[in-house]
């Protein structure tokens, strides 16, 4: 933008100021600036104004490409990791997807490659559980090949007293900022956001996780993790969306994926 003035250059100075701040800052290649700890309005529509009930898609979501990976009254869609239906401990509670009793993780029929997941989820007091993404099936468990998010009542389990390992990080590699995720018993909002090898994860509105799978870094902490027993993890480019059953009750709604490009 070019501003052109008769008036001192002072002046036109402090003009240019005020229209880059109305404008909003930027990065140097034009996208907007963020880093983990950052909010940022994004997602499906979530608007005060436009309320959808649980499980159903908004007129702007279904234009945006957004679609339900769960109904709300049906588990259509999941199978168990390995198997052909769904294991025993996960039902329809309430319009919920919800682990009641001792189970196996789970995962979408359907698999993914680039793609922006909204889900909601809460946990009982102590609970831990996870959303898997790119997994794929062949080892015997799905965390042996799929990259994780952990959810988690980081106040009352003891995995919440390590940033790697707390609510939204990237389990055992990136660590997520403290103060996004909302007490046990209480709705959390999460998001992840993949394109190409660039992975996203987003708490309650707060990018937690920013990271390049493949990358140096992620190699070398790959390499210096529990991960590095397991040749297959995180090299999928297209897999299952998965839930994981670690104990305890969980409840999951809102499941919604956007696939991009």
């Not at 707390?166 to 909002?189: C, D, I, T």
């Not at 210096?224 to 297959?232: D, G, H, M, R, T």
């Amino acid at each position: 933008m070019t501003i052109r003035s008769s008036r001192s250059p002072a002046l036109a100075t402090l003009l240019l100021l005020a229209v880059t701040t109305a404008c909003g800052g930027s990065d140097a290649e034009g996208a907007p600036s963020e880093a983990p700890g950052s909010e940022r309005t994004a997602g499906p529509d979530r608007s005060a104004d436009s309320p959808a009930p649980p499980n159903t898609l908004t007129p702007a979501e279904r234009e945006a490409g957004w679609r339900l990976l769960f109904d709300g009254e049906t588990l259509e869609g999941w199978r168990g990791y390995g198997m052909e239906t769904i294991p025993e401990g996960w039902a329809v509670v309430d319009g919920t997807l919800a682990r009641v009793s001792e189970a196996a993780d789970i995962i979408t029929i359907e698999q993914f490659s680039d793609f922006e997941l909204s889900i909601d989820w809460k946990l009982d007091p102590g609970g831990n559980s996870g959303v898997f993404y790119r997994a794929a099936e062949g080892e015997d468990w799905i965390y042996q090949s799929a990259p994780e998010m952990q959810l988690l009542d980081d106040a009352r389990h003891p995995d919440g007293e390590s940033p790697l390992t707390s609510a939204g990080s990237a389990f055992g590699l990136y660590p997520a900022p403290r103060g996004a995720v909302r007490p046990a018993g209480e709705w959390n909002e999460s998001r992840v956001v993949i394109e190409g090898n660039h992975v996203r994860h987003w708490l309650n509105g707060t990018l937690v996780v920013d990271y390049e799978l493949h990358s140096p870094d992620w190699v070398e902490r790959v390499r210096n993790s529990k991960f590095n027993n397991w040749p297959a993890y995180g090299q999928a480019e297209r897999g299952h969306i998965g839930l994981q059953e670690h104990g305890g009750s969980i409840w999951f709604r809102n499941i919604k994926i956007r696939e991009i490009g």
